[in-house]
């Protein structure tokens, strides 16, 4: 069985058909049809991944069999009020705030969308207007290397933002991606598709979630492309908090031009089973990349991060920090991988993967990975696994705080190196809130 | 500045091979082709008991069976199996009965390499098998060995001699199925050394053993199996050469390590087999399947390696950690050069409580050098307090190198602790300015760097083998090193 | 008395390091210990303080009546019991305010008090910082984590202002000190002497005692006190050196 007939996705029909996946009162969206095209193409031709792919060694997919899931081929999903999902949104920001519900632009919920000069904002489902060449160009454009669940994006794709900042601009307020996920009888699978397009000297944030109501079972199947043109700057903060029966996949793509910025925290919580894939190549010189992420799994989540990091082009610089905290029968897979092509003189590439485990019957496997082909460069990894730290421990204790509230507040001493990174916004509040109540209930 | 490095450099990397002559003696060669007959010729030849024939048979029938690996960050164009001879040995009417029946042809070819197998010459306390094509041509200091109850012999002769021991224990710790270059070692090995030490012997000196591959269109498949029993300890050598040929000869040895409660096995290889010349065209491909079976509690078992030569090494010397508080390690150097690759790296798997183990491996690239370090460390659920370390380090001279890291880390246990470190960088343009401006020449300079980058693992090796690992690492980068 | 420790034994590792040690602290007393490297000074404040690998074979240690090695690490200090540690922890991640409030809520609830809410425990806390003359910024940062070593002395003494114990057990607090940091150290720890405050100063040098002047001075040596005395005792250490005590020690 194909990745394709067991996503319950009966490809070829659409394809012949012509009938895509589109929004609601609108038409399918004409200048997507090459694109879903070349991802249908590829779907059927890439192979379903198993263990002997080295990477989905680690990553099983029996998942898929075993339900069948459900495209959504239409939204939005108009019965979903504010009253309903409220409790999702972050308060008091003055955020952009566009709301997905099951991967189709929910207008209703969505707030601040004004449209300032040089900041473009569009939706793939066209309910914000007629995106601009920049934009229809840039799509597809960013994400080279895919598996089979990337390429199925691309041929499926619901709904999305296409965000274009000009050159010079800073977009002060952030951009927040809000999805909201509703578990139906029948599994649905979701594909969410952005774009974000920086060009020079812009400047942005954009904030990118994932949250469900109620505790159904769902599939997001979500790609993200990041272009920064020469001089931006971008902030990405991505929260993955599905509901601990979803299976959550996304493939983030970004690409750097010269001298610009990337800082991206990425903190992912919820979901049965999770695979997150950041590829991210530096394109032009003198760039910086600084990525930072939390990992949790407990109970019997899967949560597997796999990045790669390719220095192409001289004189970049990149950090990556990556967290993962295991707890019950929790399974963490990380495989960060640096590449240094032969012209990459003066790379200066440091990842650093800990990982904390608190039970007994939890797993990880890491994995961090050099590969150089530049002679002048400065690339290290260091990876660590073990438990609490006694002495930690003790010296809490030697100060009254009794032994289940310190290991508590050590394993958020350990994750707050990570999504300390966006202290002071209500999403950090959110944050440590959500890991307290997932640590707390394992006690 | 740099240029003139690189030049010279440059030179250094296409220096000359210096063991590269070639032997004159005649030679027993099979016709080259593998099939179960050429096996039961090897088995009548070396008039094996009948299980070790079974054992290669069984062995050669599951290899049929499989495919050749590909998932090495190695490259080289298919091998034809038919087109190997699977056994060669120097002429002789007997067997020698001591070294003075040894063809001089035969000793004076060690004593070029700079090994004397002549006992009154030999290194003292060091006891030499050399292994020459497929066969063992001397072994010394045999009585003295004996008197400690050790037994130190070809792996031919331990079958003769010893079959308990041997069925004991072959294939115990690399079966036959393992993968596809143990499975064809399997079938056609044709000598190698067998040790056993006994319970409580602390065996008196330091067994070595050289191989060299004469004969041209030939494989070597020798095999070594070290037995060390209950508090015993030994310490064992290896060293390879092979002469300059323009075809690619395959070297697919295993060697199984087996150490029973508080047993201590030291072993050191300095593998210099003939790299190729400077556009890859000869050299020897060195596919080893090596692993230590720390089988009783507080037993240890040490690879140290240092590798300079074979066009491609292909290998991974592991340890299994099954006895409680048991320990591993792994030091390895490595120096790719010309058209060289090597991947290699090790395998830790914690099994028992308290068991520990450390890795350091150290890479050098220069010229169009590949290397990668692979290693695995898994922690098994009942690994209560196991503990890894391991650093690798990458120093790379030139720009057309390249070097790579591929560790894989499995933890099950959460008192397990496991640290991995890996570094990558050039030669420090201040650290050679600051030796210069001391007035070292650029060439010493870079050699007293490349060696300080070493010497965590030259520590490791017995003393003679240090003085020759150095001078080997020397003459590898030399010229290339400013 | 504020602190009763009777032939206490203890071993780490199974070797033995406490040998059958005695000592008795009153209400509102400063008792230095000195001693030489490995006599065994760290392992009494350990075993005191309750952590684990230390195990004890024989004898009793109580707080003001209270058997203390009943006790877990948080009970102790709950009870008033104070660990200046030689080497203060990093806590990465941690932030420092935080940590404080939730050890001094802690204590107080250990108590049965009722707990502080933000707004006073920052005044409070504040009002401390200026008595040790530490840095505002230093309750941003992880707890220890990048301090220097005289800060994170100083970090113990705000905790010992903080938390008001009954006894405190000061680990070597001098050692990594220069001698502008041990003033404010000596200083903070004088300001804090009171009746109903004891006080157990554990040091190598006489030097610490010069700015904290102790009623009684033992040398502990081979495990067992050898010698007790006023601080006269101290500078004749000084002078001597430990050599023909230890001497007597092992002879005991």
């Not at chain 1, 004409?30 to 680690?58: Q, T, V």
């Not at chain 1, 991967?103 to 309910?127: F, K, M, P, Q």
């Not at chain 2, 560790?407 to 030669?427: D, F, G, L, M, R």
């Not at chain 3, 000592?23 to 952590?51: C, D, F, Q, W, Y």
Request: glycine letters at 8%; charged letters at 25%; a negative charge.
């Amino acid at each position: 069985m194909s990745v394709v007939e067991a996503a319950g996705t009966d490809l070829h029909r659409i394809v012949a058909s012509g009938k895509w996946p589109a929004a609601a009162g609108k038409v399918p969206i004409e200048w997507l049809g090459a694109i879903r095209e070349r991802g249908a193409a590829l779907a059927s031709n890439l192979p379903i991944p198993d263990r002997k792919l080295e990477a989905w060694r680690y990553t099983p997919i029996g998942f898929l069999t075993k339900a069948l899931y459900q495209p959504v081929l239409e939204g939005p999903f108009d019965a979903v009020q504010v009253s309903d999902v409220d409790e999702l949104f972050l308060d008091g920001t003055d955020n952009i705030r566009l709301v997905f519900v099951n991967g189709y632009l929910a207008t209703a919920l969505c707030s601040n969308i004004v449209h300032a000069d040089g900041v473009e904002l569009r939706s793939l489902g066209g309910s914000m207007g007629e995106p601009s060449d920049e934009l229809r160009d840039k799509l597809d454009q960013v994400a080279d290397k895919r598996h089979v669940f990337a390429a199925l994006n691309s041929a499926l794709m619901s709904d999305g933002a296409l965000i274009h900042v000009s050159a010079n601009v800073t977009e002060k307020r952030p951009i927040e991606l809000l999805h909201i996920s509703l578990g139906l009888e029948q599994p649905p699978m979701c594909h969410p598709r952005h774009l974000i397009v920086l060009e020079s000297g812009a400047s942005a944030e954009v904030i990118e979630r994932y949250c469900a109501i109620g505790d159904g079972a769902y599939f997001n199947n979500a790609l993200i492309e990041v272009s920064l043109g020469a001089g931006s700057r971008l902030r990405h903060v991505r929260s993955q908090e599905e509901s601990a029966k979803a299976q959550h996949l996304s493939d983030l793509h970004v690409r750097l031009g010269t001298e610009s910025r990337y800082a991206l925290t990425s903190v992912a919580l919820g979901s049965a089973w999770s695979r997150t894939d950041i590829r991210v190549k530096f394109a032009g010189e003198g760039a910086h990349a600084e990525l930072d992420g939390l990992i949790l799994a407990r109970d019997r989540q899967l949560n597997d991060v796999h990045l790669s990091v390719h220095h192409d082009v001289p004189n970049c610089t990149s950090r990556e920090t990556f967290k993962g905290i295991l707890d019950g029968k929790g399974k963490l897979v990380f495989d960060g991988y640096i590449h240094v092509a032969q012209d990459a003189q003066k790379t200066d590439a440091v990842l650093a993967n800990d990982n904390l485990m608190l039970s007994r019957s939890a797993e990880v496997d890491t994995k961090p990975q050099l590969e150089i082909y530049a002679d002048d460069v400065k690339c290290s990894h260091g990876t660590t696994v073990g438990e609490l730290d006694q002495d930690m421990l003790f010296y809490l204790r030697s100060r009254g705080i009794p032994l289940a509230r310190a290991r508590q507040m050590l394993c958020q001493g350990f994750a707050e190196e990570v999504f300390g990174r966006i202290v002071g916004t209500p999403l950090y509040d959110r944050i440590r809130r959500l890991l307290a109540a997932r640590l707390y209930e394992t006690e | 500045m740099m240029t003139s490095t690189a030049d010279q450099m440059e030179d250094i990397v296409s220096r000359g091979y210096e063991h590269g002559f070639v032997t004159d003696i005649e030679t027993d060669v099979i016709p080259p082709g593998l099939s179960e007959d050429v096996i039961r010729f090897i088995s009548r030849r070396k008039n094996e008991p009948e299980w070790v024939l079974d054992y290669r048979l069984k062995a050669y029938r599951h290899w049929l069976t499989m495919d050749s690996p590909k998932w090495s960050s190695v490259h080289y164009p298919p091998i034809d199996h038919q087109a190997i001879s699977y056994f060669a040995a120097p002429k002789k009417k007997e067997g020698p009965k001591s070294l003075d029946e040894v063809d001089p042809e035969l000793l004076a070819t060690y004593e070029k390499l700079g090994i004397p197998i002549e006992e009154q010459k030999a290194l003292a306390g060091v006891a030499v098998d050399a292994v020459f094509d497929s066969v063992s041509v001397a072994t010394t200091f045999r009585e003295s060995l004996a008197e400690a109850g050790v037994i130190f012999c070809s792996i031919s002769e331990a079958a003769q001699e010893h079959p308990e021991l041997l069925k004991a224990y072959l294939g115990s710790v690399v079966p036959h199925t393992d993968n596809y270059y143990a499975a064809l070692n399997a079938a056609v090995f044709t000598d190698g050394t067998f040790v056993y030490i006994p319970k409580g012997v602390r065996c008196p000196m330091e067994l070595s053993t050289y191989f060299r591959i004469n004969a041209q269109n030939t494989g070597q498949f020798e095999r070594t199996l070290i037995v060390a029993d209950e508090d015993s300890y030994v310490s064992y050598l290896e060293g390879c050469t092979a002469p300059m040929r323009d075809e690619n000869q395959l070297h697919a040895a295993v060697v199984e390590l087996v150490a029973m409660r508080d047993a201590q096995i030291k072993y050191s290889t300095v593998q210099n087999w003939y790299p190729g010349d400077e556009n890859g065209k000869g050299g020897i491909y060195n596919f080893v399947t090596k692993r230590g079976d720390c089988r009783g509690d507080r037993s240890k078992i040490s690879w140290t390696q240092v590798e300079t030569g074979s066009a491609i090494t292909w290998k991974y010397p592991s340890c299994i950690l099954r006895g409680n508080d048991s320990v591993g390690e792994f030091y390895s150097v490595a120096v790719t050069r010309g058209k060289q690759q090597a991947d290699t790296g090790t395998k830790m798997i914690h099994l028992g409580e308290n068991t520990t183990s450390t890795i350091v491996s150290k890479g050098i690239s220069a010229g169009e050098g590949q290397q990668a370090y692979r290693g695995l460390v898994r922690m098994a659920q009942r690994a209560e307090n196991a503990r890894n370390h391991t650093q690798c380090d990458s120093l790379l001279i030139g720009d057309r190198c390249a070097a790579h890291t591929y560790p894989y880390i499995e933890v099950k246990n959460p008192t397990a602790k496991v640290e991995h470190e890996a570094t990558t960088s050039k030669i420090g343009e201040d650290q050679l300015f600051y030796c210069r401006s001391r007035g070292l020449s650029e060439e010493d300079a870079v050699s007293l760097i490349v060696n300080g980058f070493c010497k965590e693992i030259f520590n490791e090796l017995p003393m003679e083998f240090a003085v020759e690992a150095q001078k080997l690492l020397a003459i590898s980068l030399e010229g290339a090193v400013g | 008395m504020m602190l009763s420790v009777k032939n206490l034994q203890a071993e780490v590792d199974g070797k033995e390091i406490l040998k059958g040690l005695d000592l008795e602290v009153g209400a509102g007393e400063v008792h230095a210990i000195m001693g030489p490297n490995g006599s065994g000074k760290s392992t009494l404040a350990h075993v005191l303080a309750g952590r684990d690998g230390y195990e004890v074979t024989q004898g009793s240690a109580s707080m003001d009546g209270t058997d203390l090695l009943e006790l877990e690490p948080e009970e102790r200090a709950a009870l008033g019991l104070f660990l200046a540690f030689q080497y203060p922890v990093e806590l990465p991640g941690v932030n420092n305010t935080h940590f404080l409030k939730e050890a001094y809520n802690a204590q107080r609830r250990g108590r049965g008090e009722s707990e502080l809410d933000s707004v006073s425990f920052l005044r409070l806390i504040r009002e401390k910082m200026e008595m040790v003359s530490m840095k505002p910024e230093l309750l941003k940062r992880p707890v220890n984590a990048g301090f220097s070593g005289g800060e994170k002395k100083r970090n113990e003494i705000l905790q010992m202002a903080l938390f008001e114990p009954k006894l405190a057990i000061l680990d070597e607090t001098d050692s990594g000190l220069d001698i502008d940091a041990l003033r404010t150290v000596s200083d903070g720890v004088n300001a804090l002497r009171s009746p109903a405050r004891s006080i157990v100063v554990v040091t190598h040098y006489q030097r610490l005692l010069d700015y904290i002047e102790p009623d009684h001075v033992h040398v502990l040596a081979g495990g067992r006190i050898v010698r007790s005395g006023d601080k006269t005792l101290a500078k004749e250490l000084e002078r001597r050196g430990y050599g023909w005590l230890s001497e007597q020690g092992e002879a005991a």
